[in-house]
Every structure is written in C-alpha cells, then in structure tokens.
Antibody, heavy 115, light 108 residues
Framework: EVRLVESGGGLVRPGGSLRLSCEVSGFTVNSNYITWVRQAPGGGLEWVSVIHSGGATHYAEFVEGRFILTRDDSKNRLFLQMNDLRVDDTGFYHC??????????WGQGTLVSVS | SSELTQAPAVSVALGQSVTVTCHGDRLRTCFTAWYQQRPGQAPLLVIYAKNIRASGTPDRISASTSGNTASLTITGAQAEDEADYYCSCRDSSGNSWVFGGGTKLTVL
C-alpha cells in the first residue's frame, strides 16, 4: 500500500525555521517525482516544490531561496527545510507522489503555523 | 491570482447532473487533472490526463477539455460527491504545477 506521512509541523515565529519530514512506504522515494503542496486554512491548494527521481529540485517563486527540498534514499524519506518563515506560509503541507502529470497519492499533511 | 479560474461554488440537486469548469490558456496544452477534497480530508485524485478516471473514481464522474476550458461532470450526483474540486495543470517541463482556486460543490 502506498503511504506518505508528513511530520515536523508546529508553531513558529516569523523569521524562524522548521524541518518537515515525509516518510514514504509502498514505493521508493527515488522512483517517482515527489511534490509538496500547501493549503492555507480555508484556502486553496498551492504548489510549493518538486524533487525529480533523479534528484533535481524546483520551487515556487514565493519559497525560492528560503525552502530546500532534500531526500534520503536509505531512509525512504524526504525533508523540506523551511527558513525565514512568513505569516503567509501558514497552512497544511502535504507531500504527494507524482507519477507523470498527476498527483496520485497524498499524505494527510502537517500543519505549519507562523505567528 | 491563479492562472486557472474556477467558480467558487456550485450546487446540484441529488440525482441531477452538474458540471464544474476550469478556465485558462494553459489548458490548451497541458494534461489537466482534477482533485476532490472532502472536509477534513486530504485531496484525492479523481481524473488525470484530461479525462482518465483514477482508480476508485465512479463512472458517474467524467471530464473533458475544449480549448481553454476543462470540465468535470458528475451525472446523477450523490451525497458523497459534496466536496471541493480543484483543477490542476503541470507545465511542459514538469517543473511546476498550478491549481485552480477550487469549486465548492453542494448536493442539495
């Protein structure tokens, strides 16, 4: 069974940092693209970042230079290092398996509150 | 503002048909996907590659694209179809995705 479980969210002051983790089971992290999508409370979905199976990473403009996405293949985990957090970074952060053009398996998300 | 535009809300009577639309020039060239999000749950892929049902998507849900408009149609809406629906598009490089603002579907 494909499963993605996020952790590491919490309450942080503006300017602070958090490190989110995404633990994957049912497939290997380096065999698919993995995407991060966030959702502000009561808001819509917003693409944040993607890591390709080959390891290349790409970021939305609003997090470029502040967030860093990495992968530990030996632990089948991904990490989203979030620095210089802003109030509008608040929301649920989901990691999502991304085969091709669709986001087919979503984690339940971890809540980041910047206040 | 989102590059993909959706109406904020739409309603349908139980058992009737409803279409949720998504507009944007990007839709002319991308492979549209649709996601369903019920309250308190993570989004769920329902349609990918413009009109292919994801595993578990009921036959009453279908999708199509014409020009700069993508449409998700539910034929014979059920209570469990009440949810937010988001369209999305991946850019041609595979390096970014964009979502519509979402449409809240109410089944009356």
């Amino acid at each position: 069974e494909v499963r993605l479980v996020e952790s590491g969210g919490g309450l942080v002051r503006p300017g602070g940092s958090l490190r989110l983790s995404c633990e994957v089971s049912g497939f290997t992290v380096n065999s698919n693209y993995i995407t991060w999508v966030r959702q502000a409370p009561g808001g819509g979905l917003e693409w944040v970042s993607v890591i390709h199976s080959g390891g290349a990473t790409h970021y939305a403009e609003f997090v470029e230079g502040r967030f860093i996405l990495t992968r530990d293949d030996s632990k089948n985990r991904l990490f989203l290092q979030m620095n210089d957090l802003r109030v509008d970074d608040t929301g649920f952060y989901h990691c999502v398996r991304t085969p091709g053009t669709s986001l087919d398996s979503w984690g339940q998300g971890t809540l980041v509150s910047v206040s | 503002s989102s590059e993909l535009t959706q109406a904020p809300a739409v309603s349908v009577a139980l058992g009737q048909s409803v279409t949720v639309t998504c507009h944007g020039d990007r839709l002319r060239t991308c492979f549209t996907a649709w996601y369903q999000q019920r309250p308190g749950q993570a989004p769920l892929l329902v349609i990918y590659a413009k009109n292919i049902r994801a595993s578990g998507t009921p036959d009453r849900i279908s999708a199509s694209t014409s020009g700069n408009t993508a449409s998700l149609t539910i034929t014979g809406a059920q209570a469990e179809d009440e949810a937010d629906y988001y369209c999305s598009c991946r850019d041609s490089s595979g390096n970014s995705w964009v979502f519509g603002g979402g449409t809240k579907l109410t089944v009356l």
